[in-house]
Every structure is written in C-alpha cells, then in structure tokens.
C-alpha cells in the first residue's frame, strides 16, 4: 500500500523531515537528484545529452542538481534557465552558482531542444494557475521535441491535487516523483501526461506518515497487496458462500451471467439467479453450476404470489444479496428492489439499474442513510460515474471537479462502502482511507465489465471479507485481471469474459 497526496500533504511532510527530524532541504534535494539521475541513467544509458528545463523554485533546483550529477559522471548536460533569476529559491539559487563555478552550460531561456533527453524542472507540485508566456513556449517545445522527456515529481503544467491540466502540460516518458505518489499523476487527464511512474524514495522518515487517518491510498505491487480470503482445506461449497444474485431481464440476459461467473471465478461456492424467465434456458446451458429461478417478465409491475415466494426463499438462503445487472428499471424491477430491501438482513452489492431505481426514489435510497439503517451489515455501492451522479443529483462535470471529495461527502452521509467506477475507479466509506484504484486499462471500458467486478466482489464478500475490503480487493483484482487480457492482446480486443479468463492467472495470497 502506497499513500497519494495532495501538494499540501507532500509540503507538510518535507516540512516535518525538515523541522522535525533535521533533515536539511539541501539533503533532500539532492537526493531527489540523485535518485533521477539513477532512472535516467537505466533507462536511456550513458551515451545521452541531456538537456534540463529549469524553473526558479525547488523543482528547478533539483534539475540543476540533475545537470551537476549527470556532468560529474561525464554526461553532458546542459541547463536552460527558464525561471526569473530574480524569484530563485535559496536552494535553486545555490544549485545554480555550484552550476556556474563547474562550468556547466547554462541557457537562459529555451536555448535548444536537440537532446536526446530534457529533464522536465519548471514548476514540480506548486503549480496553482494556468502556464502562460515563456513557460508555455518551454512546455510546447518540450513536446514538440524528438527527444525522451522525463519529468521531475510531476509533469509540468498538471495540477497536484486533481489532475487538472493548467493550460497545457509537459507529456513525459518517465515521471520521477519523489517519496510518495501524488493524486495528479493517478486521476486524468493528468495521468496521460505522466507516461511510466517511478517513486523513489528521498529519505523522508516513514514516522512522518506513520499516524495517518485520513486520505488517499494506492496499490501497486500486485504480490504484497492483493490478498483474497484464505481456503479452508477441508471446507465444501456451503462454507465458500452462497450468492443470490438478482440480475437481467428480457433484453439482457448476459448481465447475469458475467455477475454469475465472475463471483464463481473468484471462489463463491454456490450462486442462485433471480432474473426474467427469458433468460433460463440460455443460463442453464451457459453456466450449468448455477441455481435458476425466474419471473415473468411482463408489463405488470406487481410480482405474483409465487414469484414473491421464491424470491424470498432465495433470500433465505443465501448469505448476501447482489442486486442490479441488466435488472431495467421497470416496475416490475422496482417491486423486486423494494421486496428486497424490506426483507434483506444480509450484506448486500447494489449496482447498476438498481443504482438507478435509488435515484429516482429518495425514500428507498434514504433506507441507507446513516440513522435510517435497520441493521449494520455491509453494503456496497458499484456505480459508474454516469449512475453516481444521479444519485449525487448532480451532473457528471460537477461531480469529477473534485471526484474524491464527492465520494467523501456521498459516504458521510450513506453507511456503504462506495465504488465509482470511472478512469480510475475510488472507493471510499466513512472512517477508511481512501482506496484509488492504480490497476486496469482502457480495453476494460465494455459492456459487462461492471457485471464482472460486481461478480468478483460479491465472490469475496461470500468468503467473508468485510464489505470495505471485498470492494478494495474486488476492484483491484478485476483491473489487475484487465491488464493480463491486454498483454495477451490488446485493448481493442478485450470482452468482458476475458476478464474472467485472467482471473485464473492472478497469483495472490
């Protein structure tokens, strides 16, 4: 697990290393030079010139430090001096007089872009407002360059906190940031202009982090954080869970197999389908391992006597509840919802239509306020951005403006673990950090990918993981899942049962 932060959290924790633990800014600097000019160095060789692009704050002090490292070790390397010399920081002013005394080339101004790679210094985590006048003639002729571009914390131009592009933005390679990842580099379209993300460490004490309560975390090595629920040897399909899963309708039979199979690949030991009577021979055939029971799916919203009976049978039968794929929103699909939500005492994932039934009926979504609960088990919320705006009641532009903050407020006031789904999918509960989601590409974005993941977590929620932890697994692993069927083909290719495929080949503890 990796912390994400803000600019304000990053200068509060150089601050603490600083003032705290008397690790001297100068320290840290040249560290953070040290530590670029190792990935340069890598991943391009020695035979390379080098060009930095310099600011006049810290950022720009450390791609001085950059130029000196390179020059010692015999690499040309040459500085353009973009920054006012008039607005140096004490570290950038003291980087560039040892600079000078070395005879390193210094151009003031963009003196060229004939590199082979330019170091991106200019602004780094600070940036508050739109890149104009000469450092947008740096930025353009960074990118309109031939050469390997490698940022230094943050690619220039990108806002730290929201990914933001700030009238334009350097497109680096390789980003090389500094002790802790931050949220412009992971949420877009910052992310597009970060190319590889490498995060070094600079020497900031891990105590300075150690306490933390509150805000953005990240995974990204798949053998130390994906963790699924250890297997009783001697268990049988009862103890691995039983899954009801309310799902499809006349027109789309194929949501509930995707839920179906994904919670099966993920180690549920039995599902039982509730879905329009339609899809049952097609289920049977498809997905033999699988209980059927349907209803007619008709005009009429009412569920009959005996469709109520054994949607409540089901019910008690089964340890949790997912609720939502290609369910519709019709009244019939309203009168299943409703019967579900009045009797289910057992942990629930909600998603999809049913998502969108809640946002068309204030008292039903108001069941999951806080204060209005009947009972404390989990439930899980997996909407895309587009259902989560409607339960938002806010339009999808609103919403992404600060798409942490909105999950935040959401969950302060709803007792669920959230999953928004988008570029990069969030999850978020009240009391927990913050879960962004680093795994899975662009192919994953296709009809039944959502099927899939509400399938994977209501696999590990079967297996006992707490809901929180099922939808930080469960997201996790159908990203990571996502990227396996992109390696074997490409992100043109991708259907959603390829993601189910992978599933097979994810090593985890």
Partial sequence: MEYVLTSAEMKASDRAAIEEYGIGAAVLMERAALQTVRVILDRYGPNICVGIMAGNGNNGGDGIAIARILSEQGIHAE???????????????????????LNIPIHYGVGSTLYDVIVDALFGIGITRNVEGKYREAVEAVNASKAKVVAVDIPSGVNTDDGRIMGCAVKADITVTFAYRKLGLMLYPGASCAGEVVCVPIGIPEAVMANKRSGVVTFTDRAKDLHFPVRNPSGNKGTFGKVLLVAGSRSMGGACFLSALGAYRTGAGMVRIFTAAQNREVLLKKLPEAIVDTYADDLEPALAPEEAAVLLSGLEWADLVAVGPGMSVSGKAKTILEKLLGQCDKPMVIDADALNLLSQDASLLKQFAYGYRKNDNDVIFTPHIGEFSRLMKCPVAEVKKDIIASCKAFTRKYDVSLVCKDARTLVSKRGKLTYLNASGNDGMATAGSGDVLTGIIA????????????????TYAHGLAGDLARQKTSAYYIMAQDIIRALGEIECE
């Fill in 459 to 474: 696999g590990l929620l079967a297996q006992g993981c707490s809901g929180f932890e099922a939808a930080v697994m469960g």
């Fill in 79 to 101: 500085i353009n001096m973009v920054g006012e010399l008039s607005r140096l920081s004490p570290e950038a002013a003291s980087q560039l007089e040892t600079a000078k005394k």
